[in-house]
């Protein structure tokens, strides 16, 4: 069960990566520290069910804090519209072709406007991962989705 | 007339009740405000910290050195006087949606005798 709690903090730690840089920067370790702690008293307390809770919460969290903090950052945003709009396209495109049964678009055209939207995330993609080390955008506590008086 | 206000959000009005028992690091926070709130609210670590994040910045807790015997690696927060009213303000809020709720009968307790 020690391994269990020790792959847990550490894929949290991996997770954490994921929050907007302000609060990584600021409570990083502590809330790493946090969620540790809180899953070793879980596990104490409920057995398998307490550590449950704990993912459930913290996955919560994750989808409240870092998933709007990552869409706001243009290198995930541009590959998910480029992905969206090469999915729609395909869908369209084969959509009119069962309709009329016949090909809609000549081939070079088609090709044309497909390959730079095929080609676009993995360029973003490429380029997230050379930069993945270097903090050049700060985020702020954009996750949040309380509001104070 | 005093003028209304905006009621707190649950994790920041139980981070500022369980720092009025005393002053805390955050692990002691989440487990103050869990049993203050009868372990109905599901606070992790990143609602934690962003609402400590935002009581900081508006002066209702500063942060100050844990004790001797603590942990150094632990930060400590304590409540400051904006703090202490707004907490109070809030109390007050929730004392009279309960007197309004008894006058019209609806208090759960009322409407059951």
Same mark, same amino acid.
Do not use: N
């Given at each position: 069960?020690?391994?269990?709690?020790?792959? $847990?903090?550490?894929?949290?730690?991996?997770?954490?990566?994921?929050?907007?840089?302000? +609060?990584?920067?600021?409570?990083?370790?502590?809330?790493?520290?946090?969620?540790?702690?809180?899953?070793?008293?879980?596990?104490r307390?409920?057995?398998?069910?307490?550590?449950?809770?704990?993912?459930?919460?913290? +996955?919560? %969290?994750?989808?409240?804090?870092?998933?709007? !903090?990552?869409?706001?950052?243009?290198?995930?945003?541009?590959?998910?519209?480029?992905?969206?709009?090469?999915?729609?396209?395909? !869908?369209?495109e084969?959509?009119?072709? *069962?309709? $009329?049964?016949?090909?809609?678009?000549? *081939?070079?055209?088609?090709?044309?406007?497909?390959? #730079?939207?095929?080609t676009? #995330?993995?360029?973003? &993609?490429?380029?997230?991962?050379?930069?993945?080390?270097?903090?050049?955008? !700060?985020l702020? &506590? !954009?996750?949040?989705? %309380?509001?104070?008086? | 007339?005093?003028?209304?206000?905006?009621? /707190?959000?649950?994790a920041?009005?139980?981070?500022?009740?369980?720092?009025?028992?005393?002053?805390?690091?955050? =692990?002691?926070?989440?487990?103050?405000?869990?049993? /203050?709130?009868?372990?109905? /609210?599901?606070?992790? @670590?990143?609602?934690? =910290?962003t609402?400590?994040?935002?009581?900081?910045?508006?002066?209702?807790?500063?942060?100050?050195?844990?004790?001797?015997?603590?942990? @150094?690696?632990?930060? =400590? =927060?304590?409540?400051?006087?904006?703090?202490?009213?707004?907490?109070?303000?809030?109390?007050?809020?929730?004392?009279?949606?309960?007197?309004?709720?008894?006058?019209?009968?609806?208090?759960?307790?009322?409407?059951?005798?």
């Amino acid at each position: 069960m020690t391994g269990a709690l020790t792959l $847990s903090s550490r894929i949290y730690c991996r997770l954490l990566d994921f929050y907007p840089e302000d +609060l990584r920067r600021k409570f990083g370790a502590e809330m790493a520290g946090l969620f540790a702690e809180d899953l070793d008293a879980a596990r104490r307390e409920a057995g398998v069910l307490g550590v449950i809770r704990v993912w459930r919460c913290a +996955l919560s %969290e994750f989808l409240r804090f870092a998933l709007p !903090s990552c869409a706001s950052r243009p290198a995930v945003r541009v590959p998910a519209i480029s992905c969206g709009l090469f999915i729609a396209l395909m !869908s369209g495109e084969m959509a009119l072709r *069962q309709a $009329s049964h016949a090909p809609t678009l000549p *081939q070079a055209a088609f090709t044309a406007l497909w390959l #730079p939207m095929f080609t676009t #995330p993995f360029i973003a &993609l490429a380029a997230v991962w050379t930069c993945r080390s270097r903090a050049v955008i !700060s985020l702020g &506590l !954009s996750g949040s989705t %309380e509001k104070d008086d | 007339m005093p003028r209304p206000e905006t009621p /707190l959000p649950p994790a920041t009005f139980f981070i500022l009740f369980a720092l009025a028992t005393g002053d805390k690091h955050g =692990y002691a926070i989440m487990q103050e405000a869990r049993k /203050l709130s009868d372990d109905r /609210l599901k606070i992790g @670590p990143a609602t934690l =910290y962003t609402s400590i994040q935002r009581l900081l910045d508006t002066g209702r807790i500063e942060e100050i050195g844990g004790p001797d015997d603590g942990d @150094p690696r632990r930060r =400590y =927060y304590r409540l400051t006087k904006p703090g202490k009213s707004s907490l109070h303000r809030e109390m007050e809020r929730m004392e009279a949606i309960v007197r309004k709720s008894k006058a019209l009968r609806l208090h759960p307790v009322e409407s059951r005798s």
